[in-house]
């Protein structure tokens, strides 16, 4: 089946632009993860949704960043005035459930670029 | 874990050969660990993952290594391929969903 799809695969937009990604999660997982990887390093996690509960917020660096989930699917991370230090690339993952520890699927990420 | 930032620790090893990439962890609360396979340009990919109440789990030519007393996870790779080029992370749960990843280690296979 399907696994996990990110858009666009590549943004490149100037310092104080807004920028919106999107992830849409494998069909029938229930929980969602955005992370953050800067070059050369390990994944930061940013926001988690699982179902209908409030997502965790914790790992967002700054209320520049923005998470929805709409309908239970597909997720969509929103940067506000973009500086140059968000330049990264933003990965997402899914798994079918968190009871019960199942592994996270991640997409191919959206290589972010301010100028 | 903590970064290295763009110096990732580097192992080499000549095609055919065993690999061992090891991991430290930091919590002790961790109680399931996941080993992830990156190649350039694209997302992790699962590879294999071990629960606290297990030692050792084996997969198709991988086999992860769980010592709980010292706090380390091992990978090993039977018969390395071309194809195993990678960076190789660990991750563990901290005892929740928030996976916490090590730094990784790049995976070199000489032909």
């Known amino acids: 089946g399907a696994g996990v799809s990110q858009s666009p695969s590549n943004k490149v937009t100037e310092k104080g632009k807004d920028v919106e990604l999107r992830c849409d999660p494998i069909?029938?997982?229930?929980?969602l993860y955005w992370y953050r990887q800067s070059l050369g390093q390990g994944l930061e996690f940013l926001i988690y949704?699982?179902?209908?509960?409030?997502?965790?917020k914790s790992g967002l660096p700054s209320d520049r960043f923005s998470a929805e989930r709409t309908g239970g699917s597909v997720s969509t991370l929103t940067i506000q005035r973009t500086q140059q230090e968000d330049s990264a690339v933003y990965l997402c993952a899914s798994s079918s459930q968190t009871g019960d520890n199942q592994p996270q699927h991640f997409g191919d990420g959206t290589r972010l670029s301010i100028l | 874990g903590e970064s290295v930032g763009l110096h990732l620790p580097t192992l080499s090893v000549q095609e055919g050969d065993n690999s061992i990439i090891n991991c430290a962890y930091s919590n002790s609360a961790s109680d399931y660990f996941i080993w992830y396979k990156q190649e350039s340009g694209k997302g992790p990919q699962f590879i294999i993952d071990?629960?606290?109440?297990?030692d050792k789990r084996q997969g198709q030519r991988v086999t992860v290594l769980l010592n709980k007393t010292v706090k380390h996870l091992s990978l090993q790779i039977a018969a390395t391929q071309p194809g195993d080029s990678a960076v190789y992370f660990c991750?563990?749960?901290?005892?929740?969903?928030?996976?916490?990843f090590g730094s990784g280690t790049r995976l070199l296979v000489r032909p």
């Open positions: 069909s029938g997982h229930t929980a």
């Open positions: 991750a563990e749960n901290g005892s929740s969903y928030k996976l916490i």
């Open positions: 949704f699982q179902g209908n509960s409030a997502p965790d």
């Open positions: 071990i629960r606290s109440n297990m």
